[in-house]
Nanobody, 125 residues
Framework: QVQLVESGGGLVQAGGSLRLSCVASGRTISTSTMNWFRQAPGKEREFVAA???????TYDDSAKGRFTIYVDNAKNTLYLQMNSLKPEDTAVYYC???????????????????WGKGTLVTVSS
């Protein structure tokens, strides 16, 4: 029943910014644990950021200080604001949610129940 649709990816030069959006249906994301993952070509899908149902945030070290995860309650939308982008940030970015809306944060993709189809972010040098 939960559907997630990402948008906002594109081509940006190193040092630039993008804001990714994830519109959710079937779940109220402001009171749910939500996640961003990414997958670069030839690489494993990896954790980027999570917002726990109580509002606290967790970031991978690669994203810490540059990325911000937040929600818009009225739009039921999850965002990932990405600043100071680097070429190594190039990947398909996925919005994901665990089966339990009150779940603890997990950095494991296999613990996610629902996925969007992804949005491609390409950062050029």
């Amino acid at each position: 029943q939960v559907q997630l649709v990402e948008s906002g990816g594109g081509l940006v030069q190193a040092g630039g910014s993008l804001r990714l959006s994830c519109v959710a249906s079937g779940r109220t994301i402001s009171t749910s644990t939500m996640n961003w993952f990414r997958q670069a070509p030839g690489k494993e899908r990896e954790f980027v950021a999570a917002r726990r149902f109580i509002g606290d945030m967790t970031y991978d070290d690669s994203a810490k200080g540059r990325f911000t995860i937040y929600v818009d309650n009225a739009k039921n939308t999850l965002y990932l604001q990405m600043n100071s982008l680097k070429p190594e940030d190039t990947a398909v970015y996925y919005c994901a949610a665990p089966r339990l809306l009150l779940a603890a944060v997990s950095t494991r993709p296999e613990n996610m129940e629902y996925w969007g189809k992804g949005t491609l972010v390409t950062v050029s040098s």
